[in-house]
């Protein structure tokens, strides 16, 4: 009886201790807090849920350093110490009742874990915290903000113009606000389907390859990120688009007589009368500088396009090797002569009639075309097939096979090989004699260029 009671006595010391070490016990009465293993004393969630306050702050030892501290208003968090670089040192897991006893020795475990492998948790709890931190404000938005401030310097106005909108248009309002590590392959898939279903196939495509850039540039700049756009075999096969074009000499002499009969501002019809001379793609056109082109008088006149305005990848865009180079014929001279009397003290040849600064839309050409009846017919960009079919036909009918590789390089076809890569004049006098004899070919009987300043405007 005695020894019973004496036990019974130091088992309520070893409570009211907050539960410091002790020795270990064989006897285990019944309404006790705590359990003993061996020469160890471990919590039991009890003794936890009854941890109150007490005006002053103690602590419930658990084992392996793992310890409940209670603060004097009464509340209470898992703590743990540990040694590291002969330091000793405390770690706080997290609060009681949100972690429990389970999950606090597991977070135990693993922080010894982390010191046995010589990590301090501590610091590691640090590290994860401001990865959590850089999540929340790393959005797939201001990923993508970061992606166009990098590509700015590479592309021309318009195209980073084009492709901010884009973003804002079909990606930003879906998961723009979405952390980027937590932007999934269905969130994507989902995304470029819905354009899809709008007929925007390319428009798909293109997003596709942004996102491949957001994510990889994320990477770059430390983010631990999945790349969901391998989304390649979900979306729809794009179908080479299809440019309507004449290829008959006297139906594109005849089409250029009624377009430009029509009421129109010069500048548009100017403009396409040099697009299909020099069969350059329209958009290039479009947004002509004058300083790209040569002076009225120059011997063997050529319009120099910048590699950045072509239509290359990013990084032959920064090369200028990749610089384009256009032989002018005698009528396209012309066109730049009469138009230099129009726009000539502004900054672009082609000027929107609103803005000097402003190059003319790429649906006004267009416009033309098809109030001229030329609807599903022939399209500015159709000059490029019709100098390449009428041509190519001309030179096997002359058996001049070389011709094609230079009608190509007119063009502005990537060739294989260095030389039409290096040589920014290969092939330049066989170059300059097919635009001649285009021009000479398509303006047959045609008006001179000074006429159509007269004809009635719009």
Known sequence: MRKALNTAIQLSQVVAAGGKETQ??????????????????????????????????????????????????????????????????RLVLGSYPEMSLKEAREARDEARRLVAAGTDPAVAKKQRAAAQLLDAVATFKVVAESWLDDQRPRWNGK????????????????????????????????????????????????????????????DALGYDVKDPSDVRKALKPLVKKHWPALTQIEELRRMLLTVEALPSHPVSKLASRFIALTAMRPGVVHALPWTELPADDAPD??????????????????????????????????????????????????????????????STVSRLYREAGYQGRHVPHGWRSSFSTIMNEIAMVEERPGDRVVIDIMLA??????????????????????????????????????????????
């Open 413 to 458: 076809h990537m060739q294989e090989g260095t030389e039409p890569i290096y040589n920014r004049a290969a092939y330049m006098p066989r170059r300059r004699e097919i635009a001649q004899r285009w021009a000479n070919m398509l303006l047959d009987g045609m008006p001179p260029p000074s006429a159509l300043l007269m004809l009635p405007r719009r």
């Open 24 to 89: 270990p016990w064989r006897v285990h009465p019944r309404g006790t807090s705590f359990r003993f293993w061996g020469h160890r004393r471990v919590l039991t969630d009890t003794a936890c849920k009854k941890a109150a306050a007490t005006g002053e702050a103690y602590r419930l030892t658990d084992s392996l350093g793992l310890f409940l501290h209670v603060t004097p208003n009464g509340h209470r968090s898992w703590r743990m110490g540990y040694w590291i670089a002969k330091v000793k040192k």
């Open 159 to 218: 195209h980073a113009k084009n492709v901010a909108e884009a973003l804002a248009r079909d990606l930003y309002p879906y998961f723009g606000s979405v952390p980027i590590r937590e932007v999934t392959k269905p969130m994507v898939v989902q995304r470029l389907k819905a354009i899809e279903a709008r007929g925007a196939i390319e428009t798909a495509k293109r997003h596709r390859q942004r996102i491949q850039e957001i994510f990889a540039h994320a």
């Open 301 to 362: 006149p050529q319009w120099i396009i910048p590699a950045e305005r072509m239509k290359l990848s990013l990084e032959r865009k920064q090369q200028d090797v990749y610089d384009h180079v256009v032989p002018l014929s005698t009528q396209a001279m012309e066109i730049l002569r009469t138009l230099r009397v129009l726009t000539g003290h502004g900054p672009l040849a082609f000027p929107s009639s609103r803005s000097m600064r402003m190059p003319i839309s790429d």
